[in-house]
């Protein structure tokens, strides 16, 4: 009856509350915006101000003093990525990305204080939580995971002419339920309550221009961490009774990640518009703190809530990572920046040699953007511009052994991920002076 009642029970709850874990973020999948994918997120000591909250919040005082800037993206992003050398199933995806900076109107202060705001909106859900058996094939890196809501707050100040310090908060979702089935028939018992919450972690960011034209970024960003728990208590009949059951797992999860920029600016070097050059490099490190959890867990408990069935503990551990990332920006107009990017990033995922299949690999990044803005005088003081931007990641093949005699898992004897993804931004931007 016990391993009866303990199925049945699972089989119910992962109906009604299927979810699992993710490892990337929008931002590591995708890109934060156009202007911050087209230089590879190269952009810890030079991040444009529509994406400072989330990468340097003390980029903020990149913006003109007493100006508004906005920007609105779209993003596309398909893959051909191979699992077995068969399509690994991922389907294209939709989204939008929104970001704000403003200076604060504050008199004498308005070249002092800054705020802004980036967010990203999936174009479905507000977050996809895939569940996956033990032994699943899982593609972290852009997988439907990947897909889900963040927003970054910011705040920057700036101490010096040419050194700020930025504070922000990286909001997720978080979302709690539980849940009472009655199968007696009447079913008046039954009823399923949901709770949403928000998690926060900071984000904190060090600008400063040493020399003009040298530019050096610190940031780091706080582990985030949403774990879903969910009691569910099934009532099957008075001479049963209840069965007492839990699921829980981790929703998503995200390194602690500390980056250091440098940038330098060669336009002050020469007036020729068509010899203005910046170059950008970020080297940046992922320390994760919680091994990856593909699926959910469903427990089993006693009246008097002791566990009667534990679950399977499917996932793997986390290896810490590393990012190394470079632009070359080139403006041969006032209102024109032309980049391309390169970025290399290593896979946090160790090689799969028992049950469990979480598929990731290094990754090599290209990316190509141009934001241009309408000249200034055209619209009287009214900034309006349009960025575009792609990336290219290519995964390096992977090949991963099993140790263990495993004949009915789908990477047995061996397993291979491979393949390439491709994301493009549109932009429309607005600047209010």
């Known amino acids: 009856m016990r391993l009866n009642a303990f199925t049945y029970s699972a089989l119910i709850v992962q109906v009604l509350w299927p979810f699992g874990n993710a490892v990337a973020s929008p931002s590591a999948s995708f890109g934060l915006d156009a202007m911050s994918t087209g230089r ?13 909250a989330a990468t340097n ?9 007493g100006a508004i800037e906005i920007g609105a993206d779209i993003l596309v992003s398909s893959d051909d990525l191979k699992i077995n050398r068969a399509d690994a199933g991922l389907d294209t995806y939709f989204g939008m990305q929104f970001g704000v900076a403003a200076s604060l109107p504050l008199g004498k202060f308005r070249d002092r204080l800054f705020i802004g705001a980036s967010a990203h909106l999936p174009g479905d859900n507000l977050y996809t939580l895939y569940n996956s058996g033990a032994s699943d094939p899982v593609v972290l890196s852009n997988g439907p995971d990947a897909r889900r809501f963040s927003l ?25 339920a539980s849940v009472n089935l009655d199968f007696d028939g009447q079913n008046e018992h039954s009823y399923t309550s949901i709770e949403v919450d928000y998690r926060l972690a900071p984000v904190v960011g060090v600008y400063a221009e040493v020399i003009p034209g ?4 610190f940031g780091y960003r706080a582990a985030q961490k949403l774990s879903l728990d969910v009691p569910a208590n099934i009532f099957i009949s008075d001479a049963i009774g209840t069965i007492h059951t839990k699921v829980d797992g981790n929703a998503y999860a995200e390194p602690h990640r500390i980056s250091f920029g440098i940038a330098y600016d060669f336009s002050s070097l020469t007036e020729q518009h068509l010899l203005h050059f ?9 320390h994760y703190t919680d091994p990856i959890q593909t699926s959910a867990r469903v427990w089993l408990y006693d009246d008097a809530g002791q566990v009667l069935e534990k679950p399977l503990e499917s996932g793997t551990d986390y290896r810490d990572a590393y990012s190394i990332r470079t632009a070359l920006d080139w403006m041969p107009l006032d209102e024109l920046r032309v980049s391309v990017g390169y ?8 090689a799969q040699r028992y049950l469990f299949n979480v598929l990731d690999a290094d990754r090599n990044q290209i990316a190509f953007g141009a934001t241009g803005y309408l000249p200034a005088q055209w619209l009287d003081g009214f900034g309006l511009g349009i960025s575009l931007a792609a990336k290219l990641d290519f995964y390096t093949t992977r090949d991963m052994e099993k140790y263990d005699f495993l004949p009915q898992n789908p990477g047995f004897p061996s397993i291979r991920f491979e393949g390439s993804t491709f994301a493009f931004h549109a932009a429309l931007l607005f600047r209010f002076e």
């Open 152 to 176: 970054d707050l910011a705040l920057a100040v700036r101490i010096w002419e040419r050194i700020a310090i930025g504070l922000g908060a990286y909001v997720l979702p978080d979302v709690g």
């Open 278 to 286: 910046a170059a950008n490099l970020d080297v940046e490190y992922d």
């Open 57 to 65: 919040p003390a980029r903020l005082i990149a913006l003109h003093p």
């Open 40 to 52: 590879a997120m190269a952009v810890t000591a030079g991040a444009d101000p529509l994406s400072a």
């Open 214 to 217: 040298l530019h050096l970024g």
């Open 343 to 350: 970025g290399f990033t290593k896979s946090p995922v160790p």
